[in-house]
């Protein structure tokens, strides 16, 4: 018995490092197959439209003649409703963030933050109908000439949205301080307010700027608000009252089946998702770096 237990034992040793580099490996290859076919696709819609015409026309118009494929109003459609969002998001989910931390009582906190992170698991669609429901109908009372479909309603509801990921990472960054340099400024004659605002928000500096940076990549990788209240007009513009169309917008746009296989419009899908990827990687790299370089060790 002994010997058949330590058999078994022997064999979970040596199986068990295997299962679990096969699970780590499955992330690895994900990742490599969607970069392979991103990048394949795009190479080939590259062959069919210059670079040089994604990269410096200002008109997206890849559907109908004349046709013309400059990235540039996708883009700013997607700048847009995420600066809007972060406008929204980040002073709210901080001051979130900071009550919970540091004023608010174990009671209550255990009463709020389950709430605020119950907006994290709304369905998107659910957002996109507020915002072309509620909240526009409110804009349209207090700004008349309103579009429907407009830049402003969206991208305050996508910064409703990621409210909860800002507070939930920023108020971990927070408790993440130890108490005693709390104490310390309490000691020196610091209001509570002047120690979160010198000691405790410096001291977990990289974990805030880490939440802001995920909290922007999250605004700029939302589809279904923006497509439901932001419109499908691919414009270069920066006026939130305008109806917008961002990246991810467009891929739904041209991914609901009409669009023939193997086509430059279908190239489209492709070359729009490597510059949103591109982007996105980019700021996933500044997130690190950034947490890297104000990270704090105590």
């Known amino acids: 018995m002994i010997r058949f237990r330590n058999e078994r034992t022997s ?32 190479i080939r819609f590259f062959t069919i439209v210059p670079l040089s015409d994604f990269l410096t026309q200002s008109r997206w118009n890849p559907l109908m003649a004349p046709k013309s494929f400059g990235i540039w109003p996708l883009i700013s459609g997607t700048l847009l409703i995420t600066f809007i969002a972060c406008i929204v ?26 709430i605020l992170e119950v907006l994290a ?11 072309l429901t509620f909240m526009t109908p409110l ?3 207090m700004i008349p000439n309103l579009p429907i479909f407009n830049a402003l309603s969206a991208g ?17 960054a927070m408790l993440a301080v130890p108490r005693s340099l709390r104490d310390g400024a309490y000691a020196l004659g610091a209001t509570r307010f002047e120690a979160v605002l010198k000691i405790v928000l410096p001291a977990g500096l990289s974990g805030v700027i880490s939440a802001f940076v995920l909290a922007f990549s999250r605004a700029i990788g939302e589809t279904m608000i923006v497509t439901v209240a932001a419109g499908a007009t691919p414009k270069l ?14 891929i739904v746009q041209v991914s609901l089946g009409d669009t023939p296989h193997g086509s430059v419009e279908y190239g489209t899908i492709f070359a729009v ?21 104000f990270r704090e060790e105590y």
Do not use: H, W
Request: proline share 6%; hydrophobic share 50%; aromatic share 8%.
């Open 11 to 42: 064999l979970t040793n040596k199986a068990m490092p295997v299962i679990l580099f096969l699970c780590a490996a499955t992330s690895i290859l994900t990742t490599v197959g969607i970069v392979y076919t991103l990048l394949s696709e795009t």
């Open 156 to 172: 305050i509801v996508v910064g409703i949205m990621i409210i909860p990921m800002v507070s939930s990472l920023s108020e971990d």
């Open 237 to 250: 513009t920066l006026n939130p009252l305008d109806s917008i169309q961002t990246m991810t917008a467009y």
């Open 273 to 293: 998702g490597m510059t949103l990827f591109v982007i996105t990687l980019i700021l996933n790299i500044a997130a690190k770096r950034l947490s890297l370089r």
């Open 89 to 114: 998001a980040l002073p709210i989910g901080l001051a979130a963030a900071i009550y919970l931390s540091e004023y608010a009582p174990r009671a209550v906190r255990k009463i709020i933050k389950p």
């Open 121 to 131: 698991g709304v369905p998107t669609i659910v957002y996109g109908y507020f915002a």
């Open 139 to 141: 804009l349209r009372s």
